[in-house]
């Protein structure tokens, strides 16, 4: 139900920093464009990123919050099943 | 303080990590580099076979070969590491989907620039760049790019796959 994952890299600067922690709850209903979701992607392990599109079968895409973030293309379209849970809080460094 | 706190816990029980996953985002991926190389495989292939055709070698004639077998395993090893990269950090699912046996073309790739390191035939090398080229040509399909067969304008002389760019 609920996780807690330490952020590693830089994509999401500056909403998370490297270092940062973050809460998440399972989604027991589609993700939303805008929220920040813990995926498992299948070549690039496990990701925090926004959500940027939702199709009908709560598949999505994701980007990073800046230019040096994997693009969506990159990162392909995320299953449902794929999607570990949203990000409840963000727990900063400082 | 409940930074501090998660960070302690982190330590002791260890959080799994979530990647904010960056790649360096120059996104220049060209299969030029291993054409090249490969091309320098046949040519020093060429030049290995010019030496071995002479009756006796000089001492210079023997630090020629000398160099052209460093330099012969530094362009294999070079054409490997283009495709890997290519193959690895720019292929994905979606141009996999399209390209019915790139990995199979890729391992053949990798089988045939070692068995050049191994030897010095033409022959091996001229199908190392056949190879080399069959790649380039499906990845510039991948990338949406027609191509076009041309014959390099320097020795060996030999056929490439270019982009045809307007």
């Known amino acids: 139900m609920l996780g807690i994952y330490r952020v590693q890299g830089d994509s999401m600067v500056p909403v998370l920093s490297d270092g940062d922690f973050v809460l998440t709850l399972r989604l027991f209903r589609a993700a939303k464009v805008g929220e920040l979701v813990v995926v498992k992607h299948k070549a690039l392990g496990v990701l925090v990123k926004r959500v940027v599109a939702v199709d009908g079968n709560g598949s999505i895409l994701l980007r990073g919050e800046n230019t040096q973030s994997s693009s969506i293309e990159d990162m392909g379209r995320i299953e449902r099943a794929q999607i570990k849970g949203r990000v409840l809080r963000c727990i900063r460094r400082s | ?166």
């Open chain 2, 1 to 166: 303080m409940l930074h501090k706190i998660l960070t302690s816990l982190d330590e002791s029980i260890g959080f799994p990590s979530a990647s904010a996953h960056c790649d360096v985002p120059c996104g220049i991926y060209d299969p030029s580099a291993a054409q090249v190389a490969a091309l320098t495989v046949v040519r020093i292939a060429d030049l290995i076979a010019e030496l071995g055709a002479k009756d006796s070698l000089t001492m210079a004639d023997q630090v020629r070969v000398a160099r052209l077998a460093s330099q012969k395993e530094t362009h294999c090893g070079r054409v490997k590491d283009e495709i890997v990269i290519i193959w690895g950090d720019f292929l994905k699912a979606p141009q996999f989907e399209n390209w019915g046996g790139c990995h199979d073309l890729v391992h053949r790739i990798l089988m045939a620039g070692s068995k050049c390191r191994q030897g010095v035939s033409r022959d091996d090398a001229m199908a190392l760049l056949g190879l080399v080229n069959e790649f380039a040509e499906g990845f510039w399909k991948a990338k949406g790019v027609a191509t076009f067969t041309a014959t390099c304008p320097y020795a060996p002389a030999e056929s490439v796959v270019y982009p045809k760019l307007d």
